[in-house]
């Protein structure tokens, strides 16, 4: 089955600054990568997601970016806030299949 | 929409008892998954339903737990007897099948077995 490996565990930033969170996978076969944000006492939410036929894609501040031959693919937020304070976690599947198979999570702390 | 609904938001419960957590799924939402989530495992899927039917229970940790969807708008996950090793939070997601805007998930349950 799919593994999805995530670093790092926790990130730290200066308000203002980039981070940059980073998925491996291990089944070729995927090509939809949602991310989601987990704030305190909340469910994830879904924050931006990409399929395989495209590298990039953009919302605002967060971008993803994915490398098919590679396989993986990365979450960047720029000119960070401290309301982007959360836990993060990337995942994965293909197509007929429903499950999504999530990382283990990164806990990023904007410091003011 | 209001979104996936569980009930209850936590529950304290005595070893040996009986749980059961509730679920609401996104009205039109035709799967519907279950998760466990902890801080030693990260988040754990425990089963899924398609359409009411369950397609994938390998997640569900032992005999203890039982997952049914009697009707496209509720499900219920039942601990039976709990102990304290299930302490975590469980959280509901529905989606639309073959949609690509992921899950929906809900708020979760506290669950906290003494």
């Known amino acids: 089955g799919e593994n999805v490996e995530q670093h790092p565990s926790t990130l730290s930033v200066q308000e203002g600054d980039s981070a940059v969170i980073k998925c491996t996978y291990s089944?070729?076969?995927?090509?939809?990568f949602p991310w989601y944000k987990q704030e305190l006492g909340k469910g994830p939410q879904l924050i931006i997601d990409i399929r395989s036929n495209v590298g990039e894609k953009k919302d605002q501040r967060i971008a993803v970016t994915l490398n098919k031959t590679a396989k993986h693919f990365s979450l960047h937020i720029t000119e960070t806030q401290p309301e982007d304070s959360a836990v993060y976690f990337c995942?994965?599947?293909?197509?007929?299949?429903?499950?999504?198979?999530f990382g283990t999570g990164t806990r990023l702390t904007i410091i003011p | 929409d209001a979104g996936v609904i569980q009930s209850p938001r936590h529950e304290v419960t005595e070893m040996g008892q009986e749980v059961t957590l509730r679920c609401k799924p996104i009205s039109g939402h035709n799967s519907l998954f279950w998760y466990r989530q902890t801080m030693m495992r990260g988040l754990e899927l425990l089963i899924y339903f398609n359409n009411n039917v369950p397609i994938d229970d390998s997640g569900m940790p032992e005999d203890r737990f039982s997952a049914k969807m009697p009707n496209a708008s509720f499900s219920t996950l039942k601990i039976q007897p709990s102990e304290p090793r299930d302490s975590a939070v469980y959280f509901c997601?529905?989606?639309?099948?073959?949609?690509?805007?992921?899950?929906?998930f809900g708020s979760g349950t506290r669950l906290t077995v003494v």
């Open positions: 995942a994965a599947r293909y197509d007929g299949n429903e499950k999504l198979t």
């Open positions: 089944d070729s076969a995927s090509n939809y």
């Open positions: 997601a529905s989606s639309l099948e073959h949609r690509d805007y992921g899950y929906t």
